[in-house]
């Protein structure tokens, strides 16, 4: 049996709170999903709610007491997921266990470390198991082809990061040398930001050059940061194209659960175990 099916024999009350928790399909676990997704966002309102000064001022005690409700909440649901689960360990570390438990925490830690509550705005990554419940997961095969192609071209793109890397730290040295403190530049960090910021367009304007040479070199570097942003946009859709191919004449559709599946030596879907055809 799956590490995550439910304890008990059917009809238990594990199992039963298991079918809810966990299925997603008619019934009581249909509109536990709804809440909880309900739930998410209105716990994440109150947090960013509370972060406005003004309305922390008039209402804090209503949005901590709001807060706190959530969370506990959520931690009675956590508790749950781990109770109704054959191996709660195997859900504990799981992607959407490690979430459930960071979505509780920051709540506690605020008792120790105040400010800390804001972090709870983590919970909102709870939201992708809207995939699930609105049945998306087909949806699924097709980011598994984007992740595909980012795992493909990551040496490409790891030697273009370290050729930018060198390109920011040589011409922010350079402009450390040439411009000095006078205009804002009192380190080769300092010079090695500017390049960075430069380079990638965003040009803050905290530091600029004012003599005729660091405004040369400036204007080579915005020149260079149109190319080089494209390069890795370039490496990744040819990935991702090559990718899409490869997909196209090895994926297989299940009929019961329209799961996408890549495997060509696949016989039945991981999902729903119907034989593939």
């Not at 266990?97 to 800390?116: A, E, K, M, Q, R």
């Not at 040295?173 to 403190?181: A, L, N, Q, T």
Request: proline share 5%; glycine share 8%.
């Amino acid at each position: 049996m799956a590490p995550l099916g439910p304890v008990g024999l059917p009809g238990s009350r594990r199992a039963l709170v298991h079918h809810i928790i966990f299925d997603h399909d008619s019934g009581w676990a249909k509109w536990f999903d709804i809440g909880l997704l309900l739930a998410i966002l209105a716990s994440v309102s109150v947090v960013m709610i509370d972060s406005v000064a003004d309305l922390n001022d008039n209402y804090g005690p209503l949005l901590g007491l709001i807060e706190w409700f959530f969370t506990l909440i959520f931690t009675i649901e956590y508790v749950l997921r781990l109770w109704s689960v054959r191996r709660p360990r195997a859900y504990a570390f799981s992607f959407f266990g490690i979430i459930d438990l960071l979505s509780v925490i920051p709540t506690y830690i605020s008792l120790f470390l105040p400010g800390s509550q804001f972090l709870a705005v983590i919970r909102v990554l709870r939201i992708l198991r809207i995939f699930r419940i609105l049945k998306l997961t087909r949806y699924v095969g097709e980011a598994g082809v984007l992740g595909a192609a980012l795992r493909a071209s990551r040496y490409k793109v790891s030697v273009f990061l370290v050729s930018v890397l060198s390109i920011v730290v040589v011409v922010g040295s350079v402009m450390y040398i040439i411009e000095g403190p006078v205009a804002g530049f009192t380190s080769i960090p300092v010079g090695v930001y500017w390049a960075i910021v430069t380079l990638t367009t965003v040009g803050y304007g905290d530091v600029v050059p004012l003599t005729p040479i660091g405004q040369a070199l400036a204007s080579i570097i915005m020149i260079m940061g149109y190319g080089i942003i494209a390069v890795p946009t370039g490496i990744v859709t040819a990935e991702l194209t090559s990718q899409v191919r490869v997909s196209a004449n090895t994926s297989r559709t299940c009929k019961s659960c329209m799961h996408k599946e890549n495997d060509p030596k696949a016989l039945y879907c991981p999902r729903c175990g119907e034989p593939l055809a």
